[in-house]
Antibody, heavy 117, light 107 residues
Framework: QVQLKQSGPGLVQPSQSLSITCTVS????????VHWVRQSPGKGLEWLGV???????DYNAAFISRLSISKDNSKSQVFFKMNSLQADDTAIYYC???????????WGQGTSVTVSS | SIVMTQTPKFLLVSAGDRVTITCKAS??????VAWYQQKPGQSPKLLIY???NRYTGVPDRFTGSGYGTDFTFTISTVQAEDLAVYFC?????????FGGGTKLEIK
């Protein structure tokens, strides 16, 4: 069955970077895009970026200077990296699959990230 | 960015009631709106895509409608298991944006 499993740290120091890996199963990254979304009490759900099935990326302009998304199709892994984290980046970060003709239909379990010293 | 204004923020209903949530887009998004359900401690789950298409396995008590700037999500007969926060989302224009959410509680 389709699964997206996230791995990454729960605590990040201010000004440091956040790296999360989204390992997928039950589908191929060559057929689906993977989006990244975060959720915080103050800002709700925010779309961060996407890596498309062909490997191209799109980023939210608000994060473009400090966000990078890449993937390894052979390992079924998508890599998320955000630099220069501050306290207001504290949130739950999700990866989510999206097919062309639907919406974000499968989500990872979420990675709860706290930015604090 | 397109702003999705979702109302109401909170609903307190009884099992068996009919529930309606609305989302208004700041500009036309055609029919490119999805609705998600997020139960406590869980990730969002897709219910409706392209405004009115029910996703695989979603019960038929959940329906969506609308086009352009005004969208509606309805639960025809609320059940206790529908306790959750519901979100709308537009994917017509980048960046995709979400409504603020509606928290549904059951009496």
């Amino acid at each position: 069955q389709v699964q997206l499993k996230q791995s990454g740290p729960g605590l990040v120091q201010p000004s440091q970077s956040l790296s999360i890996t989204c390992t997928v199963s039950g589908f191929s990254l060559t057929s689906y895009g993977v989006h990244w979304v975060r959720q915080s009490p103050g800002k709700g759900l925010e779309w961060l970026g996407v890596i498309w099935s062909g490997g191209s990326t799109d980023y939210n302009a608000a994060f473009i200077s400090r966000l990078s998304i890449s993937k390894d199709n052979s390992k079924s892994q998508v890599f998320f990296k955000m630099n220069s984290l501050q306290a207001d980046d504290t949130a739950i970060y999700y990866c989510a699959r999206k097919a062309t003709a639907t919406a974000m239909d499968y989500w990872g379990q979420g990675t709860s990230v706290t930015v604090s010293s | 960015s397109i702003v999705m204004t979702q109302t109401p923020k909170f609903l307190l209903v009884s099992a068996g009631d009919r529930v309606t949530i609305t989302c208004k887009a700041s500009q036309s998004v055609s029919n490119d709106v999805a609705w998600y359900q997020q139960k406590p401690g869980q990730s969002p789950k897709l219910l409706i895509y392209y405004a009115s298409n029910r996703y695989t396995g979603v019960p038929d008590r959940f329906t969506g409608s609308g086009y352009g700037t005004d969208f509606t999500f309805t639960i025809s007969t609320v059940q206790a298991e529908d306790l959750a926060v519901y979100f709308c989302q537009q994917d017509y224009s980048s960046p995709p944006t979400f409504g603020g959410g509606t928290k549904l509680e059951i009496k």
